[in-house]
């Protein structure tokens, strides 16, 4: 075998290896003939024109990620510092957002410097509506603002803004000791209004116990009253039943009903000496003095009977 067919036999072998090309999983590859977009090739293996087609760019449909940090201002001339994760993909496969995501942009570089700026603004453009106030309790509106303002954008450019997490919000030193000042004071205000609330409340059922009682207590007094006057009321009804019925006896046994008053007298005597208690009573007990207590008795029971009759 002469030379010239050894090397003729050597550049088809080159050749024959040059026009496979393997195209990893998650990849796809741009083609160009002269410098002129011709085809993607798809991930395995493909076919190319050695020396014509040549690969001009490998461009990754993988999830990807950027985390990126920065400042904003709010209404109230507060800083915000923000630190945010980027998750961003390549729209799809198709031909012409493969060719968008090669040719718009020089290198992987200046996109993500681009896309970068791009949410910056949108998170500034916000902010600055808002109040520092405001900015802590709106995490989602942001993202929603951001993801809504560069979705058509980044269309343009082939990719999407998959999530946009703001990790970290923060303000400056001097405005978070001026917040934590404003929550300490706001906390005890609350406190003190709390305390009041709970102290009113107290000394009002206090209040409602103690005029319960007062009423419980005067409505029992009232009862106790009218069972007291009942029970006199019955014991003297009693004593006047005791009396006409001892009186009717000695009538029929021709005595003298005054005794009954003379027995009345001397129990009552008898029951000042057994149940006193230190209590000084005088009585006139000479022969007169009982004498004139018995003429009074019989007087008071001669006006009983006239006033009968």
């Known amino acids: 075998m002469s030379v010239i067919t050894m090397v003729i036999l050597g550049l088809l072998f080159i050749t024959l290896l040059l026009s496979f090309r393997t195209v990893q999983q998650g990849t796809v590859a741009v083609i160009t003939v002269f410098g002129k977009y011709r085809r993607v090739m798809r991930p ?3 076919f190319k024109i ?16 950027a985390e990126l940090g920065f400042q904003a201002v709010t209404i109230d001339q507060a800083n915000v510092n923000f630190t945010a994760m980027l998750l961003y993909s390549v729209l799809n496969h198709e031909e012409e957002t493969i060719k968008s995501v090669a040719f718009k942009f020089i290198d992987e570089r ?27 309790i709106t995490r989602r ?18 990719y999407h803004l998959i999530d946009l997490q703001l990790n970290d919000i923060t303000f400056d030193e001097e405005v978070m000791r001026s917040m934590a000042k404003v929550v300490a004071s ?32 005067a409505q029992a007094e009232k009862e106790a009253a009218q069972l007291r006057g009942q029970g006199v009321a019955l014991f003297r009804e009693e004593v006047a039943k005791g009396m006409a019925i ?12 005054n005794l009954i008053l003379f027995s009345m007298w001397t129990e009552a005597i008898k029951n000042f000496a057994e149940h006193g208690k230190g209590n000084v009573i005088f009585l006139d007990g000479s022969n007169e003095g009982m004498q004139k207590s018995l003429k009074e008795m019989m007087a008071l029971n001669q006006l009983n009977l006239h006033a009968k009759k």
Not at 142 to 154: G, S, Y
């Open 44 to 46: 395995g293996l493909n």
């Open 50 to 65: 050695p020396f014509i087609e040549r690969v001009a760019k490998k461009i990754s449909i993988q999830n990807r990620s």
């Open 110 to 136: 200046n996109f993500m410097q681009a896309l970068v700026r791009s949410v910056e603004g949108s998170v500034r453009a916000f902010v600055a509506t808002k109040k520092q106030s405001e900015v802590l």
């Open 141 to 158: 509106e942001i993202v929603e603002a951001v993801k809504e303002q560069l979705d058509i954008t980044l269309e343009g450019w082939g």
């Open 186 to 217: 706001n906390n005890l205000k609350a406190a003190a209004e709390n305390e009041g609330q709970a102290l009113l409340i107290t000394k009002t059922k206090a209040a409602e116990a103690e005029g319960n009682a007062i009423k419980i207590s």
């Open 246 to 257: 001892a009186a009717k006896q000695m009538e029929d046994s021709n005595l003298d009903a």
